[in-house]
């Protein structure tokens, strides 16, 4: 059974930064690609960013780039986020997911969530 924990969301000013945690259990962490979404109130899930099996590859929605980083410690079985300049529209629950297949990285099919963790950025 594959479990995902996320942690580190709270409430913090435009500006500020925050890292978010993911913790995994259930299979071999180091196999599959990881990603963040989120989920603001009255919209649907988007897609935030993902990071490789190897940590070596990366890729961001165009909204977080240059602001915010993926990666992840295969050692520790935990993916990050941090997110630097926090604006108000980044005000969201945010999930980490893990893809269904090992070693994929484009056209993922996610298969695992955790239960999100919210962050808040107030003016």
């Known amino acids: 059974q594959v479990q995902l924990a996320e942690s580190g969301g709270g409430l913090v000013q435009a500006g500020e930064s925050l890292r978010l945690s993911c913790t995994a259990s259930?299979?071999?962490?180091?196999?599959?690609?990881m990603a963040w979404f989120r989920q603001a109130p009255g919209k649907e899930r988007a897609y935030v960013a993902r990071?490789?099996?190897?940590?070596?590859?990366?890729e961001y929605a165009n909204s977080v780039k240059g602001r915010f980083t993926i990666s992840r410690d295969n050692a520790k079985n935990t993916l990050y986020l941090q997110m630097n300049s926090l604006k108000l529209e980044d005000t969201a629950n945010y999930y980490c997911?893990?893809?269904?297949?090992?070693?994929?990285?484009?056209?993922?099919?996610?298969?695992?969530w955790g239960q999100g963790t919210q962050v808040t950025v107030s003016s």
């Open positions: 259930g299979r071999n962490f180091g196999d599959y690609t």
């Open positions: 990071i490789s099996w190897s940590g070596k590859t990366t």
């Open positions: 997911t893990t893809a269904r297949s090992p070693h994929i990285f484009g056209n993922t099919d996610w298969a695992y």
